[in-house]
């Protein structure tokens, strides 16, 4: 078996008769770049940087420097001006059986000691999903899904905390906050809760509309003083 190194100066492509070229190459920055249709039109499909861990899809680096400028990156870009075009990140999945993922983001803090994904000392902190729902294992190739998000607290298991559905989907969307999969109070209580935290004196509340022309309504927590503070409920208005 071969056991040296090939360092090539330049770039590594292949060319298809049609004139078509893809290929990759590391550029002056260190950056191991991909190219497709002729790099001489500029079109990089992706760029690693091994320098600082930020991978680019359609760009070489990171648009903005973000929240945490020491953080790994995955930038996805559409260079395309004014077309309505955008980056992605598209998570896919063949499932005809209900509950089974179509994908999954997964939020981890490796100083944890579970590394199996269940337990109180799991690693995995948060994740966001979507599920499949079907009533007839995708007979009619219609499927839908519903996205969960799931939360651990300290010292317990990850939980699945909120879900957004439209299992009556003729009817209803649904937002569920929901507490049942958390330890609770001696394994018996756990509470759910909406929360809505205005600034100053301003209301905080749940805002109640119809598109289609019927009086809606809310229901507010206005904060006046220390000492002046109203639930209050209305119909229409303002």
């Not at 499932?95 to 089974?100: H, Q």
């Not at 018996?188 to 600034?199: D, G, H, L």
């Not at 509309?209 to 109203?230: A, E, M, P």
Request: proline share 2%; glycine share 14%.
């Amino acid at each position: 078996s071969p056991n040296t190194s090939l360092d090539v100066v330049g770039e590594i492509s292949v060319t298809h008769t049609n004139g078509q070229r893809n290929g990759l190459y590391t550029n002056t920055a260190g950056q191991l770049v991909f190219f497709r249709n002729n790099f001489s039109n500029g079109e990089f499909t992706m760029v690693i940087d091994d320098e600082t861990g930020n991978v680019g899809i359609g760009t070489i680096g990171p648009v903005s420097s973000g929240y945490d400028t020491g953080s790994k990156k995955l930038t996805v870009m559409s260079d395309t001006l004014n077309n309505a075009t955008s980056g992605y990140l598209e998570l896919s999945s063949r499932a005809n059986t209900a509950g089974y993922n179509a994908g999954a983001i997964q939020f981890n803090n490796a100083e944890n000691a579970g590394t199996a994904g269940t337990g109180t000392q799991n690693r995995t902190v948060g994740q966001i999903r979507t599920v499949i729902t079907t009533t007839d294992s995708n007979a009619g190739d219609d499927s839908g899904g519903t996205m969960e998000f799931w939360t651990k607290p300290e010292a317990q298991a990850l939980a699945k905390t909120m879900t957004i559905s439209t299992q009556d989907p003729n009817h209803r969307a649904d937002v569920t906050v929901d507490a049942t999969q958390l330890a609770g109070d001696s394994g018996t209580n756990a509470n759910a809760f909406f929360n809505a935290k205005a600034k100053g004196n301003y209301y905080a509340g749940l805002d109640i509309k119809s598109n289609s022309g019927h009086v809606g309504g809310w229901i507010g927590h206005w904060n006046g003083s220390s000492t002046d503070r109203q639930l209050q409920a209305r119909v229409g208005g303002n």
